[in-house]
Each structure stands twice: as C-alpha cells, then as structure tokens.
C-alpha cells in the first residue's frame, strides 16, 4: 500500500513538471515608453503600468510572459510581421498593422499633441499651421490621420524622424526641428521627470477629435491568433475589475507644471528680463 501511494505522487509529481514544462510562452516585445513601460537601466527589467497589465494578461489567459530588452518599436513591428516576437502594447490602430496582427482594444485612446519650444511664437492651432514648420515624429508611431497627413505634405527636409520621444525633444532644444507630434501623456511624463526639459516646451493650441478606433490596442501576431479568445476574456475581466482604470488613470491624467501654459515665460526667459546686478551689489 506504501509502495503504491509512493508511486502515485512520482506520478503526480511528473505530471505536475510537464504540464509547467509545457506552458507555452508568448515573447512581448517594447521599446521605451515613458510613464508606461520604462527601462531604468540596462541590467533590470522595465516597469511601469503596461509591465503590470501584461503580467496579469499573462497570468489570467494561461501563458508564460517573456519580456524582451528594449528594443525600438520599427524593430518590434518587423519582428511581429516575421513572426520572431508574438505581443506588442501601447497601439494605435492602422490597417496595416491589422494586416499581420490581432489588434485587442483595452483603453481608451488619448490624442497626441503637438509640442514646441517655450520660446516659440509662431502660433500653432490649426493643422493647417504645422505647415510652416520643421516638424519631428518618431519613428514607427502612428498619430491621428491629420497628423499623418501633414507629415507626409511635408518635404523630406522639414520632416524628421528620431527614435524616441527623448530624441525629439533634444531635436527642439538644438534648434533642429520646430515641432514634435506626440503622445499627450507620455511625452507630459518624460517632461516632468526629466530635469533637462523642464520649462523648456510649450503645447500647441491644437486638439483633434477622433472619430473611429478611439482606442488603445494590444498587437497579438496572427500565428498566435489562437490567443485571441483568451486574451480578450482576460482583458474584459481586467476591465470590470477596474484594474485598468487603476493602473493608466493616474498616469494619463498627468498635465506637468514644468510645461510652460499660456500666457506664461519660461523661468529662463524671466530670467532674462530681470535687471542685471552690478558686482557688489548685495542683498
């Protein structure tokens, strides 16, 4: 009877690795994307909201998460189309990407702004404006379909593209581009963390409204279709938990007082205007 009940837990034992040894695994693959999933360093893993909802994501559906190193997003998506990485996050919904991937919708989308210099007097509150500048937007991003259309207008020496949200902010500040198109609240959080920024942009006076796929989109690869079901069970139930809602709200709804508003000097620019002390003047 020993011998049979010993036998016995050998068996569940057995069945119990295999079963782990067999759950697939599904490779996400990112970039940097400040507020949202963040690579702090090059030997730690990122985190961020995305970080914890794709945990969750994996857990509730029944695979295992391997997160990539940061990887830039045209990379992603040429590996997505290969079928080399299986997730990506943070979309916006194109045709094209619909073409090789499930795309899962999970929140609601914020649209992009427009960013300038805080010494920038051109106005910009029109898409009819952005005519009349150099303009930077990073590369593999999609915007809303007006902004897409002013870029492609744009001759290839007004156009910039740069890797990251970071690079098209350093383009402005040297001087190099006169406008970055941006996602709203990601860009507003790389401002505010990021001490070199701060004061130094300003908001075009420019919203536009969206009118189909007003949402953000989670990219499965079309040969891991069969994860569909499953993942948008599990995004549902996220949803009704409010889990969503807790993990991007406070993120989405940062509006940073290091942007210069309206009617406001940079500090710089205050600076400058001050009357200069002459040596030996104290206070």
Known sequence: MQQFGTVCCWIALLWSGTTFAQTPVLRWCLDNFPGFHEFSAPNLPPTGPSVVLMQQLAQRAGFTLQ??????????????????????????????????????????????????RADETRPVNSVADLQALRLVSVRGF??????????????????????????????????????????AASTSFLIESDEKFHFKFRKAGLTLTLNDHRFVYLGLAKNQAQWGPRLQQAIKTLQDEGIIDQLYGPREAVESDKIVQPGQQSPAATASSQPIQQAGDAS
Do not use: W
């Open 142 to 183: 999609s915007y809303h379909p007006e902004y897409m259309q002013a870029l492609s207008a744009r001759p290839l020496t007004e156009r910039i593209e740069v890797a990251s949200i970071a690079d098209g902010l350093l383009m402005l500040t040297k001087g190099r581009g006169d406008a970055l198109i941006a996602p």
């Open 67 to 116: 997160i990539s190193d940061q990887t830039p997003s045209a990379r992603c998506f040429r590996d997505m189309q290969s079928g080399q990485t299986d997730l990506m996050s943070n979309l916006n919904y194109t045709e094209e990407r619909a073409g090789y991937m499930v795309m899962l919708p999970y929140r609601k989308r914020l649209p992009e702004a427009v960013f300038l």
